[in-house]
């Protein structure tokens, strides 16, 4: 408490030194920097990694937001792409940026179906491998401005992305037989159901639910199903049940309220990420983040680039807005994030601006627009 | 240097792993991580710590007394600074007769890896009333119970620069809890010492003594008198004495220990106890550089660790008063984050500590000054908050 009243009076007192950038004439007799714009180096560095399609419009509006709120975050921008390998910077330099910071904001990189060197893992998967950022978390949460079939929806899925299905083991051993191996571990699937327990009693949340098909994969999804049931033991108030992937699908769509925390193994999780950013509105809206044991980056919880959107300036920038709330909650800058989801629920509530996806007619830099006229200044 | 430290604060312990049952294999010296072995690195941490995107986890116990009130101030500090760490705090119910309550800690510390412990209140009148503090040791096998005094030049005390490691075997002696009454009127406690759980500490004490360039190790026993169980132990001393030439080996009788103590500290670098007399001699040294207010006490396991003030008190009679001095837990939140190498931390708090103590001598009454718990607290929290500008 007394480290906002600090601000607030540091605020009114400093120069309103920066609001030349800024967007609308709200911002620029209401504040001004409370940290000193000089000194660059007390500030939180985060790697920002546009991504395909929309995705360098989507971080440009976040880029916009966090500027009109004066937060003390600066980014390390560079573009890294498979499907434009010429404007890429190379991995290493992203790689290195990403373990110097420990978070980063990224857009969609695309992966072609082919690759041109005929490597089997993409882009994506080479980042989540050399940072071992082994659990994405996808949080699905109803909108009120959003007309959906279910409402107040509220679970979060975490979902094991370093091995299973994404090996990247092919092999053709005979002519027309294709082997494509699905590696369970059984320490990849302890330290998941630790994450998956963990997040669960730091959030607050009641049950987790192992999704898996061990009826008839019984040796490797029984594992991880085994390793999930061993782990509950050391979770004493937080329920634990499982459930079939198929049964999760038509559960999921049919009665979504009786989930809360969801851990599964790679594919199942990638398609439930889809599935359940469907019920809420759709791959714009929902935010996720991929954690390892050192850095976090935040990304949109369904992997879309909406490439037929580049440069028309329709995309919904919500699900970005979103993760960049969670990345100022994650470095402790509460009362900005906490501003920020205001202002974004309100722009949403009031249906005054809304993009394509959401069933108006609003642009990206409208709805960014609106949100940063919303923002409160305490 | 930092993986220096780690060596004996957190590596060290990884390394005990190794050992077999027995404990007779030598320790592997930790080796250096390079940037290559990170991903390796990062998977074997997070087996016992809960350490997701660079910020922890970590159970709290607050337990009676002051501790409630301690453990706030810390949650305030590390909110000031910006500190990746979060809390599942636990409220445990010393009212409880039942010790199986208990069990709910052990498993959040198991869980995280590491707690930050006031000191649970042990009701004495109940017969079989175990106290709740040695029974969450025992189960967790918190086997080595580390406190460093050292003097401060801002607290006035008889003797000037102290510098004492205290390394105390916590599992066992005369905390087995053992005790039966076999014909009316006679009652046996039973005192175990035994050969792994010697070497065990030993073998620790002087790992420490190499990490951090220390000269001396003295094993405190009263082999005298008890020839066989403290016989044992310091036999079991000396053994492992010989595979570290380069640290001296000396040891003395507890009394001759107290009393030198407290009349030529100086000559006592690291002193390697068993669990009664380490009780003892970690409250006079604690006395020594400034009372109980002041320094903090780690509890080392194989896996877990735990982290409370130096001498164990509940300060009951002091709470809710604002009187208090939260220096000791707020040090041992510092030495908490240094077993997370949250080195930057650890310093940015250690720095307030110092000045509190030794610049602008904002003492509690208990180091003879007048300020209140709060003003402390208070100073600190803006100190860090200047250090780090979050």
Not at chain 2, 11 to 40: C, E, M, W
Not at chain 2, 171 to 192: A, F, M, P, Q
Not at chain 2, 220 to 243: P, Q, R, W, Y
Request: with cysteine.
């Amino acid at each position: 408490m007394a480290n906002s009243m600090t601000r607030i009076v540091s605020a009114l007192l400093n120069s309103s030194k920066g609001a030349e950038k800024l967007l609308t004439s709200r911002l620029i007799h209401s504040t001004s920097p409370v940290y000193n714009a000089d000194v660059k180096e007390n500030y939180i560095k985060c790697t920002l990694i546009p991504g395909d399609g929309v995705g360098p419009e989507l971080c440009q509006a976040v880029k916009e937001v966090l500027a009109a709120m004066q937060t003390p975050v600066v980014f390390e921008e560079m573009f890294l792409s498979e499907v434009n390998p010429t404007m890429s910077v190379p991995l290493e330099q992203a790689i290195n940026s990403i373990h110097k910071n420990k978070i980063a904001l990224k857009g969609i990189l695309s992966t072609p179906f082919s690759s041109l060197s005929g490597e089997l893992q993409s882009l994506n998967m080479k980042i989540r491998r050399q940072l071992d950022l082994f659990a994405n978390v996808v949080h699905v949460k109803s909108l009120n401005g959003i007309p959906t079939r279910h409402k107040n929806l509220d679970f979060i899925t975490i979902r094991e992305q370093t091995e299973g299905e994404y090996s990247a083991l092919e092999h053709e051993s005979v002519p027309g037989v294709i082997e494509c191996m699905k590696i369970i571990t059984e320490a990849k699937s302890r330290r998941i159901a630790k994450f998956a327990f963990d997040y669960a009693t730091k959030h607050g949340r009641k049950k987790v639910t192992a999704v898996h098909k061990a009826n008839i994969m019984k040796l490797s999804d029984g594992l991880f199903l085994k390793c999930c049931e061993e782990t509950a033991q050391l979770y004493p108030s937080i329920k634990f049940d499982s459930m079939i992937i198929d049964n999760t699908c038509m559960q999921l769509v049919s009665h979504p309220h009786k989930f809360d925390v969801l851990v599964m193994p790679n594919l199942y999780g990638n398609i439930i990420d889809n599935l359940a950013s469907g019920l809420v509105g759709g791959a714009g809206v929902v935010p996720g983040a991929s954690y390892s044991s050192d850095c976090v980056i935040y990304e949109p919880g369904a992997r879309h680039t909406f490439g037929q959107a580049v440069g028309k300036n329709i995309a919904n920038p919500t699900a970005m807005i979103l993760c960049a709330t969670k990345m100022l909650w994650h470095v402790n800058l509460h009362s900005y994030a906490r501003r920020l989801t205001d202002a974004l629920e309100k722009v949403i509530n009031s249906g005054k601006s809304k993009t394509r996806d959401m069933g108006g007619y609003a642009s990206t830099t409208d709805f960014t627009r609106a949100v940063i006229s919303n923002i409160s200044f305490e | 240097m930092s993986l220096l430290k780690h060596c004996v604060t957190g590596g060290l312990i990884n390394s005990f792993k190794s050992l077999p049952a027995n404990g007779i294999a030598k320790l592997p010296i930790a080796a250096g991580v390079t940037q290559g072995q990170r991903n390796l690195q990062s998977t074997t941490i997070s087996n016992y710590k809960a350490k997701y995107g660079g910020r922890f986890m970590v159970t709290m116990l607050p337990g009676d007394g002051i501790g409630p009130e301690m453990m706030s101030y810390v949650k305030t500090i590390f909110k000031a600074g910006g500190v990746p760490v979060d809390f599942e705090e636990l409220n445990l119910d010393s009212t409880h007769e039942d010790i199986e309550h208990i069990e709910e800690a052990v498993i959040a510390i198991r869980r995280n890896g590491v707690a930050l412990k006031g000191n649970i209140e042990t009701r004495e009148h109940s017969r079989n009333f175990r106290s709740r503090n040695v029974e969450l040791r025992l189960r967790l096998n918190l086997f080595a119970n580390v406190i460093h005094c050292r003097s401060q030049p801002g607290i006035n005390t008889r003797h000037k620069n102290i510098d004492i490691v205290l390394i105390r075997q916590n599992t066992e002696g005369e905390y087995s809890c053992l005790e039966h009454e076999n014909v009316k009127g006679v009652v046996e406690s039973l005192k175990i010492i035994t050969q792994s759980k010697s070497e065990q500490i030993a073998r620790y004490a002087f790992e420490y003594a190499r990490k951090y360039n220390r000269k001396k190790v003295t094993a405190v026993h009263k082999a005298n008198i008890m020839k066989l169980s403290d016989g044992l132990f310091l036999n079991t001393c000396s053994e492992i004495a010989k595979e570290y030439p380069e640290i001296m080996f000396d040891n003395i009788i507890i009394d001759n220990c107290s009393m030198q103590l407290v009349s030529n500290p100086h000559k006592f670098d690291v002193l390697l106890l068993p669990n009664l007399y380490g009780n003892i001699l970690t409250n006079i040294a604690c006395g020594l550089v400034g009372g109980p207010g002041i320094t903090s006490g780690r509890n080392y396991g194989i896996e877990h660790a735990v982290f409370e003030t130096g001498t164990r008190n509940t300060g009951k009679s002091v709470a809710g008063k604002n009187v208090a001095n939260p220096l000791a837990m707020i040090n041992a939140s510092a030495d908490l984050l240094e077993f997370l190498r949250l080195d930057y931390h650890a310093t940015v708090i250690r720095n307030s500590i110092h000045k509190v103590l030794n610049i602008e001598k904002i003492h509690t009454p208990d180091l003879g000054g007048t300020y209140n718990t709060t003003d402390v607290v208070e100073f600190i929290m803006k100190d860090v908050q200047a250090q780090t500008s979050i």
